[in-house]
């Protein structure tokens, strides 16, 4: 079946750095565009990113554009979100999910999380 498994995130003062991955199994991962998602403490999922199935197209929330970058790497079926600059609004459990931003839900796979919070 279908596995996502959400890593590398943590506590972060401003202005740092994280790098998020997701290993990805149970399905064709290399033909699949793949997106992150977001969740801050009570509010609802937002999608932030997708990258197309083979890596040439990328697509990101304004929330996030110029700070974070999204990369795959289909020999290992694993995502990837570089966080840089990062504010204190960006603290959620991240989520990766399969699907760009226009149908991720409807795929409705998407990993357990990881959270990420950033404070001083």
Not at 35 to 54: D, F, T, Y
């Amino acid at each position: 079946q279908v596995q996502l498994v959400e890593s590398g995130g943590g506590l972060v003062q401003p202005g740092g750095s994280l790098r998020l991955s997701c290993a990805a199994s149970g399905f064709t991962f290399s033909s699949n565009a793949m997106s992150w998602v977001r969740q801050a403490p009570g509010k609802g999922l937002e999608w932030i990113s997708h990258m197309s199935s083979g890596g040439r197209s990328t697509v990101y929330a304004d929330s996030v554009k110029g700070r974070f970058t999204i990369s795959r790497d289909n020999t290992k079926n694993t995502l990837y979100l570089q966080m840089n600059s990062l504010k204190s609004e960006d603290t959620a459990v991240y989520y990766c999910a399969i699907g760009a931003r226009s149908n991720w839900r409807t795929f409705g796979s998407w990993g357990q999380g990881t959270q990420v919070t950033v404070s001083s």
